[in-house]
């Protein structure tokens, strides 16, 4: 069970990979004002920048997808398996984004969103 825990501190660190990887060494970076230097970005910086708010927008599913399963009695290592691909298939889908692959990360993403219906469900 305890590995469960630790996949969803995971899946929520990837959203901030993503904002490391929008500002990382980025010129004239302003951190009094992030949000108005990373909106001016171009490019694959304003690409990892998306891919982060995408990554923040997929949480709640995720979470509530893992947290009925856990209520509808999921098995709890097919369950970590899942949330394992889950988190594999984002990991894919920022690097997809970051790169600029839109058709590939689009199908990564609905791989994901499939995921997560798969984890829904799974203790059902």
Same mark, same amino acid.
């Given at each position: ?5 630790w ?12 904002? /490391?990887? @929008?500002?990382? /060494?980025?010129?004239? =970076? ?18 990892? $920048?998306?891919?982060?708010?995408n ?15 856990? =209520?509808?009695? @999921?098995?709890?290592? $097919?369950?970590a ?18 790169? /600029? =692959?839109g ?8 791989? @994901?969103?499939i ?10």
């Amino acid at each position: 069970m305890q590995w469960i825990g630790w996949l969803m501190v995971v899946a929520a660190l990837l959203p901030v990979v993503s904002a /490391g990887l @929008a500002k990382a /060494g980025g010129r004239r =970076y302003d951190n009094n004002a992030p949000r108005a230097w990373l909106a001016s970005q171009e490019g694959w910086r304003a690409r990892a $920048h998306a891919s982060q708010q995408n990554g923040f927008e997929a949480l709640p599913f995720f979470y509530a997808a893992v947290l009925y399963a856990l =209520y509808t009695r @999921a098995e709890p290592q $097919h369950l970590a398996v899942l949330m394992g691909a889950w988190l594999l298939v984002r990991v894919v889908y920022i690097a997809l984004y970051v790169g /600029g =692959y839109g058709t590939l990360r689009s199908v990564s993403w609905l791989t @994901a969103l499939i995921l997560n219906v798969v984890i829904l469900f799974s203790g059902v």
